[in-house]
């Protein structure tokens, strides 16, 4: 059956998973505060101090978000941003080289940012 | 008149191989037109974002398909939302820089058919248009009845749409 990819290098593919990632954990915890304690962009916005369309923009992806910026939004929803850069390692059984994904996880107090060994895909 | 699948086998459709790592299960599919593969193969890789932000918008469509295919939400709370009715069954999907028009043959099926950029859709207003494309491409299609999910409700065309 024929399927096509898109066409990015590997490099570029894990850097726009990794930032979809980010987004997507800074969305989720957004929502989850909202759900739990009514927090809202407006409420983000003023402790950070920048109008609210700016962090709707960034949260959105109509905007870059900065390292910085995602530490200032973790604090502001009560949450602590953790990037980990564990070597990566071959998996028994992996025929190719090893490269990198970088996985994101947050719980109620913390945002993980943890790079995992995964096994690449046979061309 | 054909299944999804066996239109692929014939070339009349292409699947989107979404590159998931090798640890994770594709549950949402997507299959393209051969308009839409061809835009995705000679349109998508040159253009820039009109927002001026790192992504690429090639990069966002990846991105976009590493999370539609994978059986993470789609969306979190109110505000992002990354797929819309236009009626008739029309869906686009969406990232920051552009818009994929299709519909769902089923739920986690999608058929893509065309795609641009929202601010070349938005600045000619072009979603009417694309809509129809895709309503006329899907009735010249051989596709089995019924060919496309009815109504507006994304739960009813992708799983675990939002998070609870």
Same mark, same amino acid.
């Given at each position: 059956m024929p399927s096509f990819q898109i066409s990015i290098t590997p490099s570029r593919r894990e850097a726009a998973r990794f930032v979809t990632r980010?987004? &997507?954990?800074?969305?989720?915890? @957004?929502?989850?505060?909202?759900?739990?304690? $009514?927090? =809202?962009?407006?409420?983000?916005?003023? =402790?950070? $101090?920048?109008? &609210?369309s700016v962090i709707n923009r960034e949260i959105r992806g109509y905007k870059d978000i900065t390292l910085g910026r995602v530490a200032e939004l973790a604090h502001a929803m009560g949450r602590?941003?953790? @990037?980990? @850069?564990?070597?990566?390692?071959?998996?028994? $059984?992996?025929?190719?080289?090893?490269?990198a994904s970088v996985k994101i996880s947050s719980t109620d107090d913390t945002a993980e940012l943890r790079q995992e060994p995964t096994q690449q895909r046979a061309a | 008149m054909a299944t999804v699948v066996e239109l692929a086998r014939q070339g009349k459709l292409f699947k989107l191989d979404p590159m998931l790592d090798s640890h994770q299960q594709e549950f949402r599919v997507l299959y393209a037109s051969p308009r839409l593969k061809? +835009?995705?193969?000679?349109?998508?890789? /040159?253009?820039?974002?009109? +927002? /001026?932000?790192?992504?690429?918008?090639?990069e966002q469509l990846d991105g976009f398909m590493a999370t539609y295919a994978s059986d993470e939400p789609l969306m979190f709370g109110q505000g992002f939302k990354p797929l819309n009715h236009l009626g008739q069954g029309v869906w686009e999907l969406k990232t920051a820089d552009l818009r994929v028009f299709g519909w769902f043959s089923a739920r986690d099926w999608f058929i893509g058919h065309a795609a641009d950029t929202t601010d070349r859709i938005k600045q000619h207003n072009l979603y009417h248009g694309y809509a129809g494309e895709v309503v006329r491409f899907r009735t010249h299609l051989d596709l089995d009845e019924p060919k496309f999910v009815p109504g507006d409700d994304p739960n009813a065309v992708v799983s675990n749409f939002d998070y609870p």
């Open positions: 980010v987004r &997507r954990s800074i969305q989720k915890a @957004l929502a989850e505060e909202n759900k739990k304690n $009514g927090l =809202t962009q407006s409420d983000i916005a003023r =402790t950070i $101090g920048v109008h &609210r602590k941003p953790v @990037l980990e @850069l564990p070597e990566v390692l071959p998996r028994p $059984g992996a025929n190719t080289e090893p490269r | 061809k +835009w995705i193969d000679e349109t998508l890789p /040159n253009l820039g974002s009109t +927002w /001026n932000i790192e992504l690429a918008p090639a």
